[in-house]
């Protein structure tokens, strides 16, 4: 499984695996049925995704990483410039042996829903 996110506007490779969290793009992920407490998607629960597994195309602006079942995955982090999801991507995907799901972007808050304990869009891969 896999997933697409398109940038609205393509940046620097540099800034994709920048691994500080103050830069623009944090990617976590934590076993989505491990932690039942109210803050079980706090960053502090997650693991930063490896960069090897962070795949970039600057020229399209598209982003993938590889999906694992049962998994939260912490999109972004929510950041001064971009305080919504729908401002920073123009397409998500998700690709499967089965089937593609293209989320557009009147469905993107839906579909990765703001969550205060992690301060970012979440997806959760079940």
Excluded: H, W
Aim: glycine share 2%; net charge neutral.
């Amino acid at each position: 499984m896999q997933l697409t996110l398109k940038l609205k506007t393509p940046v620097k490779k540099e800034s994709i695996y920048a691994r500080n969290e103050e830069k623009d793009f944090t990617y976590f992920s934590v076993p989505a049925n491990q932690y039942f407490s109210p803050d079980r998607f706090s960053i502090s629960k997650g693991t930063q995704i490896p960069l090897n597994e962070i795949f970039y195309d600057q020229k399209t602006g598209e982003i993938r990483l590889s999906m694992r079942p049962n998994t939260a995955y912490f999109i972004e982090r929510v950041i001064q410039n971009y305080n919504s999801i729908v401002d920073r991507y123009t397409k998500i995907e998700i690709i499967s042996n089965e089937n593609n799901f293209t989320v557009i972007p009147d469905t993107f808050e839906k579909s990765f829903p703001y969550n205060e304990n992690c301060d970012c869009f979440l997806l959760i891969y079940k």
